[in-house]
């Protein structure tokens, strides 16, 4: 049976991505498949898929490479897929030996904003210049390319349009998504925000709006659900201070929900938000959540993505908008409220998308037919 391995620094091993969608898919194929992650320490088989994992990130990059090239020699693998540059130029020496397939799988923006972020000018242009490079090499090496999204393309997919490549968005399967569409209550909604806690990640964009619904209509009952945590100290300090400063009479605040109860942890949503900064980096993704969002049957209001615009269009199920007018999102938001039968359409139309075009199993067999290739080459 042939054997695939999965090669990641920063994505966990049970990643949602690498282990739920692209191991399980190759697992249930007759694949051999084992994931090597250098985010946390795990060894053992999780549901037919064998995970070899360590607690290294902070060590050196030498410690790393030589990680992933023991793992290489001994599982033996036909293809190897890669979640970062680093692990594709580990495993150049094996794929030159052994002329197995290295398939970088390019779901972030390289260099991120925040591996430059703790870089001044002008060592954040040399380091910008120094991390394009790497991920030149990387696409130099890797014999077959898979991009999460359309945006980040640039500029692999044109650098090597020679090497076999695809689209493979971050459709959720229908088994991990728990649909709950709702109908308004009278007077009164719950409007929700998850994920990573920041002002870059929009939570001051979504408190600005609020504000404006509230002091339009104070009778309105507004409840809000936050679903997520801070990262930094420094994002405590300022979400602590916005919570003193809107003083919201009904919040709550919850810990990250588990992966696949993500949706669960969301039923009470009656509107789901992303309201981050529209910056280069931003701009060009494709937000996951919208998509475990659209499966729930939850209306969203999202900031206006050229990632989102150009892979959907115009949504049937919500509204793009400059995250920064509160003004503007109030106004979406208290239309929703005095039009139930526009929410409930919407809810509707969120949930249809899904199950028609924007869940894993419409592309899975396209990605499992792309490793098969990438073996037969």
């Known amino acids: 049976m042939p054997k695939v391995l999965f090669l990641t620094t920063s994505h966990s091993y049970n990643d949602d991505r690498i282990f739920y969608h692209q191991a399980k898919a190759l697992r249930d194929n007759g694949y051999e498949v084992k994931i090597c992650s250098l985010y946390a320490a795990y060894k053992g088989v999780i549901d037919g898929i064998e995970i070899e994992s360590y607690a290294i990130l902070e060590e050196s990059i030498e410690k790393k490479m030589e ?22 130029v580990a495993s150049k020496k094996f794929v030159k030996k052994y002329h197995a397939s290295c398939i970088y799988d390019v779901t972030e923006w390289y260099p991120s904003m925040s591996m430059l972020g703790r870089y001044r000018f002008p060592a954040k242009i040399f380091q910008a210049v120094k991390f394009s490079l790497i991920q030149w090499y990387a696409g130099f090496l890797s014999t077959h390319l ?16 020679f090497k076999k490549q695809m689209i493979l968005p971050y459709y959720p399967d229908p088994v991990y998504i728990s649909e ?16 990573q806690i920041s002002k870059d990640k929009g939570i001051e964009n979504f408190f600005k709006a609020i ?72 701009n060009h993704s494709l937000p996951i959540k919208l ?22 269009g115009t949504l049937s199920f919500g509204s793009l908008i400059d995250p920064q007018n509160a003004e503007a999102i109030s106004k979406i938001i ?36 792309f490793v098969e290739k990438s073996i037969d080459k």
């Open 67 to 88: 990680t992933f090239r023991k793992v290489c020699n001994n599982f033996q693998p036909q293809t190897i897929i890669c979640s970062e540059p680093l692990a594709v």
């Open 146 to 161: 898979i991009f999460g999204e359309t945006t980040k393309k640039f500029p692999l997919a044109y650098f090597f349009c």
């Open 180 to 195: 709950n569409i709702k109908n308004l209550e009278s007077n009164a909604i719950t409007l929700c925000y998850t994920g």
């Open 211 to 282: 504000d404006f619904v509230r002091q339009k209509v104070p009778a309105l009952h507004i409840k809000i659900l936050i679903i997520g945590s801070t990262v930094q100290e420094s994002d405590e300090l300022y979400f602590s201070a916005l919570l003193k400063k809107y003083s919201f009479d009904n919040i709550e605040i919850r810990k990250p929900a588990a992966f696949e109860r993500f949706t669960e942890a969301l039923a009470d949503a009656d509107l789901c938000f992303d309201l981050r900064e529209i910056n280069f980096e931003n």
């Open 291 to 312: 998509f475990y969002f659209m499966g729930a049957g939850k209306p969203v209001i999202y900031s206006n993505l050229k990632g989102i615009r150009k892979h959907m």
């Open 334 to 369: 208290l239309n929703y409220v005095r039009n139930p039968e526009l929410y409930h359409l919407h809810a509707l139309n969120a949930r249809n998308e899904f199950e028609r075009k924007y869940n894993w199993r419409t592309i899975k067999d396209s990605f499992v037919d």
